[in-house]
Structure formats: C-alpha cells, structure tokens
C-alpha cells in the first residue's frame, strides 16, 4: 500500500474507499498491538487535545505546529464525533502512525468505543459515505488497540480525561486489558471520562461516567509519581487551554470554532527539551468552512 498516495488523497479532500480503509486499520492494529497501555515519550514533543472530525482543521494543526517527522506529537484522543470528516480525521491519522509510528502518538479518548460513536455521529458518517457500516467496525476494533496515557521525560503525564481513584501509580494503569475494560465504569473508564473541579477529593461526575478530582487528588497522584504535570482534553476550553492547581494540570483544546458555532481558537502546547510549556494557537481553516456548506446539521449533544 502506498500511503504517501493515501495521504495525498485525504489532503486533496477525498476520503480512502472501503478497502482501502480496511487496509490501513489492519496495518495501524500491527503497530498498536505492541504499544504499551503507557506510552513513554521524550521532548521535544507536542500535545494536542481533541479533534472531533474536524479534518481541515486538523491539517491546519500541522501547519501551525509543524510536519511529522520534523516534529513529534501526542494526540490525546477524541478524534471522531460531533464533527463532518470523522472518517477523514481517523484515517489522515492512522496513516501517519503507519507511516512514521514512532513520530505521533495516538491515545484513546472517551469517544473511540463502539457505543459513543454510534451515537454522536461517526456511525451515521460512515454509513452515509460508504453506503454500509464495515469501515466504522474496522475503525471500532482499531480503538480497541489505542493506548491510555503517555508519560513524557517521566514527568509529565498525558491522558484524554483524568485520573481515577483506583489507580495510585501509572504502573496501576500498566496492568489494563485495555481491550476488554468497560467503557462505563473502572479504571480505564475513569482515565477517559473524569475531570478536574474546585472540590475536595472524588465526587462522582454528572457526565455518568468516571468522576470529577480536586487538587489534593492531582497533588497525591503527582507527589506519588515523581511528576511535574498532568496534560490533559476532553473539556471545551474557550482559551484553548487552561491551568489549574497551581499549574499542575493542563487542560488543552485542539479543534477552533468548535461545532462552527464556539468563536475559539485551537491550540497545541508544545514541551521543550527542559519541559517547559508554550502555546501556539490556530484559526479554523477556511477549507473547513467551504466543505460543510450545505451539508445538513446533525443533532449532535455538546
């Protein structure tokens, strides 16, 4: 298989047929099997939060922070849903893990399960591209083989939701069947589903699933783990991103003009070789808002 071709056909707008689509999930769940439920990774490196189908501007990422292999990434999951180009989005990544695996790390989000992506729309895109839902189940196994976190320098810890109160160490996350935990409850649930909030200890999250972790929770868990940072998504953040805790965890945002209706910018945070944080913003790009005129608004649930 050729993927500087298949590439080249998703940066021109189009998407890769079914077979082709077949293909490359197989080749991506080679890569994925061997990964590790903790990614280590090393700076220079960038991070980027949620993309939600959001294909142009995906490729507007890339301008602002830079191409792979040239520069590295970790992308904390949430690729599909709610956006126009899920398939697009899925497949302009999975061919870059195949393509360059060791330069782009791709973590599982909250949305990469069967049930959350038949409701909120890859499911329906799939079926109205393809004409059938077989690329959705190849693309539904590959989520299956996504890894939980990354550990950067082993100091900063990046993961699509937040911590959960059975896991104390990261070596607690290494012991994951990441393949056949629930999606609704458990640890693996919790790393997907939970976030930060002004309270003390745990309290179970209005989302129905995982919990809501206050600051003596992000210090234990950072004290315990030698860690300086947690770096984490799956909140909307207006600035496109957002300390808390004494900057002891970050939240980023990496899709502009979220749902064409939020007004942001998207932003990646960038880790230098001393850790430090910087962070670039991007507009939405302009081929995204010339490729969903006229397309019909699905109901999706923010």
Same mark, same amino acid.
């Given at each position: 298989?050729?993927?500087?071709?298949?590439?080249?056909?998703?940066?021109?707008?189009?998407?890769?047929?079914?077979?082709? !689509?077949? !293909?490359?999930?197989?080749?991506?769940?080679?890569?994925?099997?061997?990964? #590790?439920?903790?990614?280590?990774?090393?700076?220079?490196?960038?991070?980027?939060?949620?993309?939600?189908?959001? +294909?142009?501007?995906? %490729?507007?990422?890339?301008?602002?922070?830079?191409?792979?292999?040239?520069?590295?990434?970790?992308?904390?999951?949430?690729?599909?849903?709610?956006?126009?180009?899920?398939?697009?989005?899925?497949?302009?990544?999975?061919? %870059?893990?195949?393509? /360059?695996?060791?330069?782009?790390?791709?973590?599982?989000?909250?949305?990469?399960?069967?049930?959350?992506?038949?409701?909120?729309?890859?499911?329906? $895109?799939?079926?109205?591209? +393809?004409?059938?839902? *077989?690329?959705?189940?190849?693309?539904?196994?590959?989520?299956?083989? %996504? #890894?939980?976190?990354?550990?950067?320098?082993?100091?900063? +810890?990046?993961?699509? =939701?937040?911590?959960? #109160?059975?896991?104390?160490?990261?070596?607690?996350?290494? !012991?994951?069947?990441?393949?056949?935990?629930?999606?609704?409850?458990?640890?693996?649930?919790?790393?997907?589903?939970?976030?930060?909030?002004?309270?003390?200890?745990?309290?179970?999250?209005?989302? =129905?699933?995982? *919990?809501?972790? =206050?600051?003596?929770?992000?210090? $234990?868990?950072? *004290?315990?783990?030698?860690?300086?940072?947690?770096?984490?998504?799956?909140?909307?953040?207006?600035? =496109? *991103?957002? /300390?808390?805790?004494?900057?002891?965890?970050? !939240?980023?945002?990496?899709? #502009?003009?979220?749902?064409?209706?939020?007004?942001?910018?998207?932003?990646?945070?960038?880790?230098?070789?001393?850790?430090?944080?910087?962070?670039?913003?991007? $507009?939405?790009?302009?081929?995204?808002?010339?490729?969903?005129?006229?397309?019909?608004?699905?109901?999706?649930?923010?």
């Amino acid at each position: 298989m050729d993927i500087d071709k298949q590439l080249e056909i998703l940066r021109n707008g189009r998407y890769l047929n079914e077979r082709d !689509t077949h !293909t490359i999930c197989e080749y991506a769940k080679e890569i994925l099997i061997e990964e #590790p439920n903790v990614i280590l990774a090393t700076t220079p490196i960038i991070v980027c939060g949620d993309i939600h189908g959001q +294909f142009f501007d995906l %490729l507007e990422l890339f301008k602002q922070g830079g191409q792979i292999p040239e520069k590295r990434y970790i992308f904390n999951g949430n690729y599909v849903d709610k956006g126009y180009h899920s398939v697009e989005t899925f497949q302009y990544l999975l061919c %870059l893990k195949i393509k /360059y695996p060791k330069q782009i790390i791709l973590l599982k989000g909250n949305h990469e399960s069967r049930q959350m992506s038949q409701f909120y729309g890859f499911y329906d $895109e799939v079926k109205r591209k +393809f004409g059938n839902a *077989y690329p959705w189940q190849y693309c539904c196994e590959v989520f299956e083989y %996504l #890894p939980l976190c990354a550990l950067v320098d082993q100091k900063v +810890f990046s993961v699509h =939701g937040g911590l959960s #109160p059975q896991i104390k160490r990261i070596d607690d996350i290494r !012991t994951i069947d990441r393949r056949n935990e629930k999606l609704y409850e458990g640890p693996m649930c919790d790393l997907l589903w939970s976030d930060p909030d002004c309270i003390e200890g745990w309290v179970e999250s209005n989302r =129905g699933a995982g *919990y809501c972790f =206050g600051k003596s929770v992000v210090d $234990e868990f950072n *004290y315990r783990n030698d860690l300086i940072l947690i770096s984490r998504s799956h909140q909307f953040i207006l600035e =496109g *991103y957002r /300390y808390e805790f004494q900057k002891k965890l970050v !939240t980023v945002w990496s899709a #502009p003009n979220f749902r064409q209706i939020c007004g942001n910018k998207g932003c990646l945070m960038i880790l230098d070789q001393n850790l430090e944080q910087h962070f670039e913003f991007f $507009e939405q790009s302009i081929d995204s808002l010339e490729w969903i005129v006229g397309i019909k608004v699905l109901p999706y649930i923010l």
